[in-house]
């Protein structure tokens, strides 16, 4: 990550948004403040912003909107802020594809911690991974390619992929027929430093099979193996 990685904080309560903004820029990020999506859309329109964080509850369009809206226009990383614990309101945060969900109140430290864990996940300052950077996945008419993290079908179309999306995919893929409990999938793609609640991997995964698969009550790629976690269960070639 840079120095000055370039976060938009979106927040219609300027009483914590602008001390969160100061606390962020002192903890070496620069930040563009918007106090609902439409100042948060004229934002992401003119710069070149690396990580999102949106709260969930605004007048108007709200953060979930916003953040669907995002999802399908590329993969910035997103951060959900909410003061509603209900775990459907997590899984429908993940299923429009944040990164990440912190309850308010929070810790400021505990959110650069995991703003920076998120952007590391990502590479920073819009950069990839090095490792696997040239790596080609094939399997049942797939195709994944790590140095542009795109995901294309037989008819050449491309799917978009958020970061998480894409950790997941290439868990699996890097770890064809093999079964993976729901510990070695936050191991693989987040990290213990992620703060992963519980569901999120089922819910992930939920999302992956509905890009993937052509039945996603009944999965063929993403299978699930009662009470030992989830299988990849196709060949992958690696060029």
């Not at 904080?9 to 009483?15: G, H, N, S």
């Not at 918007?34 to 605004?58: S, Y």
Request: hydrophobic share 45%.
């Amino acid at each position: 990550m840079t120095a000055r990685s370039h976060l938009l904080l979106v927040d219609d309560e300027a009483a914590i948004r602008e001390p969160l903004s100061a606390y962020l820029q002192r903890s070496g990020f620069r930040v563009s403040e918007a106090a609902n999506a439409a100042e948060a859309r004229k934002i992401l329109a003119g710069n070149a912003i690396e990580l999102a964080i949106l709260d969930i509850m605004m007048p108007g369009e709200d953060g979930l909107s916003l953040c669907r809206s995002i999802r399908e226009q590329g993969e910035l990383p997103v951060i959900l802020l909410t003061a509603r614990s209900e775990e459907t309101d997590r899984i429908v945060g993940l299923e429009m594809g944040a990164d990440d969900y912190v309850l308010k109140p929070f810790s400021p430290r505990e959110l650069v911690a995991r703003i920076k864990t998120i952007m590391r996940r990502a590479g920073g300052s819009g950069a990839r991974e090095v490792a696997n950077e040239a790596a080609v996945y094939r399997f049942e008419g797939w195709t994944l390619r790590a140095d542009d993290w795109t995901l294309t079908g037989a008819d050449n179309v491309a799917i978009p992929l958020s970061t998480a999306d894409f950790r997941l995919l290439q868990a699996f893929v890097t770890h064809p027929r093999q079964v993976l409990n729901r510990d070695q999938l936050l191991d693989l793609t987040a990290g213990r430093e992620a703060h992963a609640f519980d569901r999120s991997i089922d819910n992930q995964i939920s999302r992956l099979r509905r890009k993937l698969e052509d039945d996603a009550r009944a999965p063929r790629l993403i299978k699930t193996v009662w009470g030992g976690g989830y299988m990849f269960g196709a060949d992958v070639t690696r060029s």
